[in-house]
């Protein structure tokens, strides 16, 4: 079974879902309250696994309660959790997201442990079990430090193993070329391609454009991320691909685009072609935001195929 190795941030994810979001100095009573085990790298590690995929995680938790959940929760997933480790420095990471009755949401993270997460936690992974040289792809974003990200970059590089940024949250500095060189496949929503390429990014047009920016730069693949239109998908060999987005009644979008990204990261470690995985990553997502949550939200292989 194809090995998928998601490197990257876990967070317990404090949600409230209300009729409105509150403005500055507004307090908006009646919602529900959930506690859920989320962080985008952990969110990816559980869409890869609910989908069938063989993976382990790379990341830090606190040495705490919340920490100790998120790594129960991602062994019962079937993830391998031997590299996600307790720091006793520093809390679990914590994200705060309201979200309102259309489905929308504003999240607010309090990072913790994963600003700890080090090149020397990826070099252990790799010494102790071969994580990096072993895996048949790489995923991680934008929640650990851009030093790991960058070493675990050349890594992918040295072992010539694909490797997968899902560039969020959203980079208003953009990326520095010499990680976006070294990026089999990169995947942003149309706010993120628009803070790396400074191209504003509205439509399949303007997507286009960007496509072409990080095409330039070196980036192989790219699929930018449509919302509701779908998304385009480029291998730069001939014009992008749209891939429309399934019709869903939405819930709650928090982790539909961690959900892209670890169905995405499972079909293009079975083989499928760029294409194929997003027709089958757009479908997950889509399913994924008919549901409350992050982790809770990650549809099934059953649910996705059936």
Same mark, same amino acid.
């Given at each position: 079974?194809?090995?998928?190795?998601?490197?990257?941030?876990?967070?317990?994810?404090?949600? #409230? $879902?209300?009729?409105?979001?509150?403005?500055?100095?507004?307090?908006?009573?009646?919602? $529900?309250? @959930?506690?859920?085990?989320?962080?985008?790298?952990?969110?990816?590690?559980?869409?890869?696994?609910?989908?069938?995929? !063989?993976?382990?995680?790379?990341?830090?938790?606190?040495? *705490?309660?919340?920490?100790?959940?998120?790594?129960?929760? =991602?062994?019962?997933?079937? #993830?391998?959790?031997?590299?996600?480790?307790? /720091?006793?420095?520093?809390?679990?990471?914590?994200?705060? #997201? =309201?979200?309102?009755?259309?489905?929308?949401?504003?999240?607010?993270?309090?990072?913790?442990? %994963?600003?700890? =997460?080090?090149?020397?936690?990826?070099?252990?992974?790799?010494?102790?079990?071969? =994580?990096?040289?072993?895996? /048949?792809?790489?995923?991680?974003? &934008?929640?650990?430090?851009?030093?790991?990200?960058?070493?675990?970059?050349? &890594?992918?590089?040295?072992? %010539?193993?694909?490797?997968?940024?899902?560039?969020?949250?959203?980079?208003?500095?953009?990326?520095? /070329?010499?990680? +976006?060189?070294?990026?089999?496949?990169?995947?942003?929503?149309?706010?993120?391609?628009?803070?790396?390429?400074?191209?504003?990014?509205? *439509?399949?047009?303007?997507?286009?454009?960007?496509?072409? !920016?990080?095409?330039?730069?070196?980036?192989?693949?790219?699929?930018?991320? +449509?919302?509701?239109?779908?998304?385009? @998908?480029?291998?730069?060999?001939?014009?992008?691909?749209?891939?429309?987005?399934?019709? @869903?009644?939405?819930? /709650?979008?928090?982790?539909?685009?961690?959900?892209?990204?670890?169905?995405?990261?499972?079909? &293009?470690?079975?083989?499928?072609?760029?294409?194929?995985?997003?027709?089958?990553?757009?479908?997950?997502?889509?399913?994924?935001?008919? $549901? +409350?949550?992050?982790?809770?939200?990650?549809?099934?292989?059953?649910?996705?195929?059936?």
């Amino acid at each position: 079974m194809a090995k998928i190795v998601v490197i990257g941030s876990s967070n317990t994810d404090m949600v #409230i $879902k209300s009729r409105t979001i509150p403005r500055p100095g507004e307090t908006v009573i009646g919602g $529900k309250f @959930v506690c859920n085990a989320g962080g985008k790298g952990a969110n990816q590690a559980v869409a890869a696994a609910r989908l069938g995929g !063989n993976v382990a995680m790379i990341a830090r938790v606190g040495a *705490d309660v919340f920490g100790e959940q998120a790594r129960n929760g =991602l062994a019962a997933e079937g #993830i391998d959790v031997s590299c996600v480790k307790a /720091d006793p420095d520093a809390a679990t990471g914590i994200a705060l #997201i =309201l979200v309102d009755e259309n489905a929308e949401n504003s999240i607010s993270v309090a990072s913790g442990a %994963n600003e700890n =997460l080090s090149p020397a936690d990826v070099d252990e992974a790799e010494e102790k079990f071969g =994580l990096i040289s072993g895996a /048949d792809i790489l995923v991680v974003q &934008l929640e650990t430090p851009m030093a790991t990200l960058l070493h675990t970059a050349e &890594l992918a590089e040295k072992f %010539n193993i694909p490797l997968i940024l899902d560039p969020a949250p959203a980079p208003k500095e953009g990326l520095p /070329d010499e990680l +976006l060189a070294r990026l089999t496949l990169l995947k942003p929503n149309e706010t993120e391609a628009s803070y790396i390429t400074g191209i504003e990014v509205t *439509d399949r047009s303007s997507a286009a454009r960007a496509v072409e !920016n990080l095409h330039q730069r070196g980036v192989k693949q790219v699929i930018i991320t +449509l919302g509701k239109e779908g998304v385009l @998908v480029s291998d730069g060999t001939g014009e992008p691909v749209h891939v429309p987005a399934i019709q @869903v009644e939405a819930v /709650d979008s928090t982790a539909a685009g961690d959900c892209f990204s670890g169905a995405l990261a499972c079909a &293009l470690a079975e083989g499928k072609t760029l294409v194929e995985a997003a027709r089958f990553a757009s479908r997950a997502a889509g399913l994924s935001v008919t $549901k +409350l949550g992050a982790q809770q939200s990650m549809p099934t292989r059953n649910e996705v195929e059936g």
